[in-house]
Structure formats: C-alpha cells, structure tokens
C-alpha cells in the first residue's frame, strides 16, 4: 500500500493508541492496540519494536483507573504518559460539524498526531455539547472528534464502514467481532431516526447519546 502524503514533516509524525488502564487487571486490550499500531507502523514505514512497548506497558503502577497515551515515532522512539482517568457524563451530547470529510481520506484509517482538525474543534466545543459527528462527501455518517459511532435501528446496532472515513477503533471492532454490532452504512437521517444512539472509544467505553435538539 503506498503511503499516504504528510503535509507537515514527516519525523514529527507519531503514531497514538490511547488506552485504559485498570488496577488489578493492566493494560485492557493492549494486544488489539498494538495490532493496530503494528498495521499503521507497516504502511507508514515506521519502525516497531512490540516487546519494546509491551515492556514500558508493564511498568505501568497505580491505584487508579489511568489514561495512557502511547506515540511511536518514525525510528521507533516510544513515549508513554499516564494521568488518572476521570469517569464520563451518563449521556454525551452530539451535534453535527460542518466540516466535510472526505470518505477517501487515507489518513482516516490511522490513528496519529496528524488529527490537527479533531483537536482544533474539540477545544472549541459548543456549550452543552460533548462529542461532534462528522459526515462525508455522500452524507453518510463517519465518526466523532474521539469517538466511534453506533446506532440503533429496527432492533439491531450498527456501525459505519471504514469506506464510510472512520478510525477502525478497538471498541468498534470488539463490538463486530462479538457480533453484537454490524457495519452498514448510516445516513443523516439514519442518525436522526435512530432508536438509540451511541458514541464510545476502548478508553472510555460506550456512552449513551442523543443528538442537540
């Protein structure tokens, strides 16, 4: 696969996995973390070490639930911070960006420091509003700023493609590979005619949601 253009410099790029760490239990999921990494690290050219990250992994102490963020940078350098991880609202609210994705996006399939835009909108969220839903160029529903997007139609929970322009997320595929959630493609009105509605990522887990009225 040939690897998709960086419009900044190419050794500031640093691949991310975000994960939850739990006392008594360690580093939850981190071998589906790692995987994604690992395929991100293949098709970009970085270098991964995975015995090298799994070791700073396991020195990982506290009596707290942790948010840890992981970088891998282009020649395999790893950074990895910690910090207590403060529970979520019951029900997050969404609203919709009007930024347009594009569902062609190589970049969407990779989770990295190249996310200027995510964080740019995520500082300047509406009052009342707690996560934003992005659509692409055919009006079918992509992700969140952080987050997967999952609902609820006629009984059965989906969630969109990655052809769609979304992260292939570690709850999200949990949640296909369980069976409990397939992949469709999920419309504006889709989203608005949902019997429920849910946004979620491996760190925070799935959060109840409705859409700003």
């Known amino acids: 696969m040939e690897v998709p253009v960086y419009a900044n410099n190419r050794e ?18 981190i071998d589906l973390h790692l995987e994604r990494m690992c395929k991100s690290a ?9 015995k090298k990250i799994k070791d700073q ?3 990982i102490r506290s009596e707290n639930h ?15 911070k910690t910090a207590t991880l403060n529970p979520n609202s019951k029900k997050w609210t969404l609203c919709f960006s ?5 569902s062609s996006d190589p970049w969407l399939l990779h989770k990295s420091s190249n996310r200027a835009l995510y964080d740019a ?7 009342g509003i ?11 529903v992509c992700e969140g700023t952080i987050t997967n997007i999952f609902i609820k139609i006629a009984g059965q929970w989906l969630t969109p493609p990655l052809s769609s322009g979304c992260l292939p997320g570690v709850l999200r595929r949990k949640k296909i590979e369980e069976g409990s959630c397939k992949v469709g493609i999920i419309t504006f009105s889709d989203l608005h005619g949902a019997e429920k509605i849910m946004v979620g990522n491996a760190l ?8 700003s009225s």
Do not use: H, M, Q
């Open 121 to 127: 909108e995520r500082e300047k969220l509406p009052n």
């Open 98 to 102: 009007d930024t347009i994705l594009s």
């Open 204 to 211: 925070r887990g799935e959060i109840n949601a409705v859409l």
């Open 66 to 80: 942790l948010r840890c963020r992981l970088t891998l940078g282009l020649g395999g350098e790893i950074n990895l």
């Open 42 to 50: 293949g098709t970009l050219k970085f270098k991964f070490e995975i």
């Open 57 to 59: 992994v396991l020195k």
């Open 130 to 140: 707690d996560e934003l839903i992005y659509l692409n160029e055919r009006s079918e």
């Open 12 to 29: 500031e790029l640093k691949l991310i996995e975000t994960f939850l760490w739990v006392p008594g239990k360690g580093a939850l999921d």
